[in-house]
């Protein structure tokens, strides 16, 4: 995967596809290939960048702080690093919570922005997520060689999280695990827990959609009432039988509401 060395960390993302940019970003426990079929089905229209947030996949580690204030300056650094002005961005889960946070501290960068299933307010987020940010619970999840509380966490949970592909989630989690540290992994989380948006989105002036599952058993769906609240002209889709990654969930109403994003 290449990199872009920035002050403040390393950057590894990758990057696939012609045409217009646009900017992917994972949410938490993730990294890139969060974003996988995406990248796949639309390489032929855009020049897709999905990065790994720092503390995840092949990003910067060796650094004090991995909170979503962080991943907000992440993405214009990762944006100079590669000579692009304006772009629009897709964040899933804390990913698109860091895309909004981009958009309201750096608007000149954001031709338009986009979420899916991501928290508005941090309480949303379900019981587990909260508890895990704190230290004792990462610690107590990634202990051991191979973290057996967490995989054993993940498959007993993945059902419920994904009802069309638990495998998939299972798969994608456990591998993306050996990306994460204890301190990216609560640091992260708490830090989104304790975000709050709702008295910032006003200003949002470009371009906004957000797309929530029906089913999302991570964040509450109910987030898409208040994206709509706070942000009236954007657009949202409720998908019915996705649950948290609806890009894994539905693919097929994923795809055209990402192609309406693009369009907007």
């Known amino acids: 995967m290449p990199s872009i060395f920035t002050d403040q960390g390393d950057v590894h993302y990758e990057v696939i596809g ?12 993730q990294a890139w290939n969060t974003w996988r079929s995406t990248l796949e089905t639309f390489q032929g229209q855009y020049r897709m960048y999905a990065p790994d947030l720092w503390g995840f996949g ?26 692009i002005l304006k772009v629009p961005i897709m964040g899933h889960s804390m990913g698109g919570t860091t895309a909004l946070g981009v958009a309201l501290k750096y608007p000149e960068r954001v031709k338009k922005v986009g979420v899916v299933g991501s928290p508005i307010h941090g309480n949303s987020l379900s019981l587990f997520l909260k508890l895990a940010g704190t230290p004792l619970v990462a610690r107590l999840m990634l202990m051991g060689e191979g973290a057996p509380i967490l995989r054993t966490f993940i498959r007993l949970w993945s059902p419920f999280v994904s009802r069309p ?53 991570i964040v509450n769906p109910n987030q898409i009432k208040l994206f709509e609240k706070y942000i ?5 889709q409720l998908v019915k039988k996705a649950g948290h990654f609806v890009m894994w969930d539905t693919p097929q109403e994923f795809n055209t509401a990402f192609q309406q994003f693009m369009d907007m």
């Open 18 to 29: 012609s045409g217009p940019p646009v900017i992917l970003i994972h949410g938490w426990t």
């Open 58 to 83: 092949e990003s910067e580690k060796k650094r004090g702080s991995f909170e979503v204030s962080d991943f907000v300056e992440l993405i214009p650094q990762f944006m100079d690093g590669l000579g």
């Open 165 to 217: 592909k638990p495998d998939l989630f299972y798969q994608m989690t456990i591998a993306n695990s050996q990306g994460f540290t204890v301190d990216s992994f609560f640091s992260s989380i708490d830090s989104l827990h304790h975000t709050n948006l709702t008295d910032q989105l006003y200003a949002l002036k470009m371009p906004a959609m957000g797309i929530f599952g029906a089913r999302d058993v």
């Open 232 to 236: 009236p002209h954007g657009r949202t």
